[in-house]
DNA sequence: GTCTATAAACCGATAGAC
DNA sequence: GTCTATCGGTTTATAGAC
């Protein structure tokens, strides 16, 4: 509610906000919202219990804040991935490896988005479309828009998302099936499978096995 | 820990210790572990919280019984979904189709497993794959190995798992997108639409706006 | 801004009557 | 098998000193 504690978010010095802040961030996407305590944020931080109330007004507005601090620090990145140069297609490839590249490494954030999803929450659901899905989902529909008529643009996008995303959120569950390789986790490797799958499908005809603009890295050859 | 408990899981009539089953994979498939308290489903359920403790150990008893009741629940309908007939191709297809509208209608069961999946507890993902996915898996991977041998068959099926659950998982979301339309959560539309992306890629080459063995219903000509 | 101290509510779990 | 009553601990949140 308070529109102060908003604008603080690029407050720059490692002041108490911010490393509470981050620490929250941390614990939410760990255990989710009602897994975590506000004395063990308050713990985890180094700080008192009660100073926390003097920065947020109760534990819903940490929670808040939490998620529009997570969203304004990823954003500049997601506007990175989405805006390389080249033709559509080829834009098209490099943002899924970038995408495979930059969700393995980070931990945090989509696990939070992925409790928001959960939980249903509608009002929050529409802050996160609002502050930062909205404008690069747009940027992406636009963008496989321009490589393909023949789909539903926004369709193709929640498939492509979902075709990257899955193999990271099933990471430890995978683990445990007598087919699994870890090979099968690597970011490259997942980013040529998604590639190949999403432009030629299974059946392969048009190039099996050859990705549109291979890039820097090395293709593994099946 | 109880072994007789495990065994009463198919007991018939409707008994108090199978309605608290039945309301607490509600409940904990709705907020998690730790959003419900024992209190909540008790009240739920109509009965006292003490009672509780006569049918179950603690908590943790409780949740563990509501995985494998709600895993043996699903283990019989998810059989079904993997064993048609026709060719391996047509199966395949059949089954995008089925494992679509199977996930449109249910709705507790693949929220507890997303929440198993983001709070990775090895010990319950590894139960969740000997109990049911370790088979189910099994045969995916056999099935989809039929159809092509140009991709690695367990992350063939990961990708189309994700494929089609990600539409799903963002249903709540997908609403607040300018780009958002009502046909997009059709379980037919959105089974089509994987079918076509899944075997031909946005491509689309080889009989693109045509998905194969087209089934009972009607096919949208894009 | 950070602390000590504490209020008020809720939590999981138990004892024991029926 | 279900209930009443309650214990001990934890939770969110506040009041007020420094």
Do not use: W
């Not at 700080?47 to 109760?58: G, V």
């Amino acid at each position: 509610m308070t529109d102060q504690s908003t604008a603080q978010i690029d407050t720059p010095g490692g002041n108490t906000r911010t490393a509470v802040l981050e620490k929250a961030l941390e614990l939410f996407a760990e255990t989710g919202f009602n897994g975590v305590s506000m004395r063990r944020i308050a713990q985890e931080v180094g700080i008192n219990p009660a100073t926390l109330y003097h920065h947020f007004t109760h534990k819903e507005d940490l929670y808040e804040q939490v998620l529009r601090f997570a969203y304004a620090e990823q954003a500049a990145q997601f506007s990175a991935l989405v805006s390389t140069e080249g033709t559509p297609r080829s834009q098209l490839g490099e943002f899924i490896r970038e995408f495979t590249r930059y969700i393995a490494k980070d931990q945090h954030f989509f696990r939070l988005v992925k409790r928001e999803q959960l939980e249903g929450n509608s009002e929050r659901l529409k802050m996160l479309v609002d502050l930062l899905f909205g404008q690069q989902y747009g940027a992406m529909v636009r963008s496989v828009g321009r490589v393909t008529q023949a789909f539903d643009a926004h369709m193709l996008v929640t498939s492509l998302l979902g075709l990257v995303l899955h193999h990271y959120e099933t990471r430890h569950m995978r683990q445990f099936f007598s087919e699994y390789a870890p090979s099968q986790d690597d970011p490259d490797v997942v980013a040529d499978h998604c590639c190949r799958l999403f432009f030629f499908g299974i059946q392969g005809e048009a190039g099996a096995g050859q990705v549109p603009e291979p890039s820097t890295h090395a293709m593994p050859t099946p």
